[in-house]
């Protein structure tokens, strides 16, 4: 289970919630945001079991230090709370436990948002790619087969929406670093650099590091996924950007209903 939990791309059921509460420097100084996200993953086999379309959806409710109104005076002084955008992807990968992975597909950008101040308010649609190195063994340092190293990239151009807003020109980039320590236990980093092409020079970039742990556990009969990190920004827009994030999640594995 912990095999199957730690590949993305695997044909494992995964019902991730995830909460990031993140320190953030604003015009008004230092505030903070949380977020609630879902991203269950939703694996299908095709091609008679031999690779899996591998489905995730995330969306969930966040509470931001921004006013609902674009208009306001004191846009950076107020809090806004409600559901964001959502992100869905499906991406086509050989069904492998592990050794070099890989999986490519489409990625959608929904605007989905409540507030318009949370959303980007517009259809937005792009590629994403997996390219990964996962480990067969552990508690080896200095053996690349107790190690899982990735990337998970995800861009996004906007083709339709309200026209009064700024163009989606957007990257998501989510990289894992983690040490096996034992079969079920990593620890590592797996934060999410995020780009706006849109904006110039340093502001386009939100570049975080990480230090975290990744278990597994059971409740009853079910085995959970859990994991906690701290990441620290070591670039972020200078105007309205985070800090520091704390992220913890826990994610039940259910059986694969097409299997």
Same mark, same amino acid.
């Given at each position: 289970?912990?095999?199957?939990?730690?590949?993305?791309?695997?044909?494992?059921?995964?019902?991730?919630?995830?909460?990031?509460?993140?320190?953030?420097?604003?015009?008004?100084?230092?505030?903070?945001?949380?977020?609630?996200?879902?991203?269950?993953?939703?694996?299908?086999?095709?091609?008679?079991?031999?690779?899996?379309?591998?489905?995730?959806?995330?969306?969930?409710? =966040?509470?931001?230090?921004?006013?609902?109104?674009?208009?306001?005076?004191?846009?950076?002084?107020?809090?806004?709370?409600?559901?964001?955008?959502?992100?869905?992807?499906?991406?086509?990968?050989?069904?492998?436990?592990?050794?070099?992975?890989?999986?490519?597909?489409?990625?959608?950008?929904?605007?989905?948002?409540?507030?318009?101040?949370?959303?980007?308010? +517009?259809?937005?649609?792009?590629?994403?790619?997996?390219?990964?190195?996962?480990?067969?063994?552990?508690?080896?340092?200095?053996?690349?087969?107790?190690?899982?190293?990735?990337?998970?990239?995800?861009?996004?151009?906007?083709?339709?929406?309200?026209?009064?807003?700024?163009? =989606?020109?957007?990257?998501?980039?989510?990289?894992?670093?983690?040490?096996?320590?034992?079969?079920?236990?990593?620890?590592?980093?797996?934060?999410?650099?995020?780009?706006?092409?849109?904006?110039?020079?340093?502001?386009?970039?939100?570049?975080?590091?990480?230090?975290?742990?990744?278990?597994?556990?059971?409740?009853?009969?079910?085995?959970?996924?859990?994991?906690?990190? =701290?990441?620290?920004?070591?670039?972020?827009?200078?105007?309205?950007?985070?800090?520091?994030?704390? +992220?913890?999640?826990?994610?039940?594995?259910?059986?694969?209903?097409? +299997?």
């Amino acid at each position: 289970a912990a095999q199957k939990a730690n590949n993305p791309v695997s044909d494992a059921w995964l019902l991730v919630a995830q909460n990031d509460y993140t320190v953030l420097d604003t015009p008004e100084g230092t505030q903070w945001q949380n977020s609630t996200t879902l991203q269950p993953v939703m694996p299908v086999p095709i091609m008679d079991g031999e690779w899996n379309l591998v489905n995730r959806i995330v969306t969930g409710v =966040v509470s931001s230090p921004i006013d609902d109104d674009f208009n306001s005076t004191d846009f950076y002084d107020e809090r806004t709370t409600g559901w964001t955008d959502t992100v869905f992807f499906s991406l086509a990968a050989p069904n492998r436990d592990d050794g070099f992975i890989w999986g490519v597909g489409p990625t959608f950008l929904l605007p989905t948002a409540s507030e318009d101040v949370l959303g980007t308010e +517009k259809w937005s649609a792009g590629p994403a790619a997996l390219v990964a190195r996962l480990g067969s063994a552990h508690s080896e340092p200095g053996s690349l087969e107790s190690w899982n190293i990735g990337v998970l990239a995800q861009h996004w151009w906007d083709f339709s929406g309200e026209d009064d807003r700024a163009d =989606v020109n957007r990257s998501d980039i989510q990289y894992f670093i983690n040490y096996k320590s034992s079969p079920t236990q990593l620890i590592g980093m797996t934060p999410n650099i995020r780009i706006d092409w849109e904006r110039s020079g340093s502001d386009r970039f939100a570049i975080p590091v990480g230090l975290g742990t990744i278990g597994l556990t059971r409740w009853g009969k079910f085995p959970v996924r859990w994991g906690v990190e =701290v990441q620290y920004f070591v670039n972020q827009p200078d105007d309205f950007g985070p800090d520091w994030n704390f +992220k913890v999640f826990i994610a039940p594995i259910a059986a694969n209903p097409f +299997k």
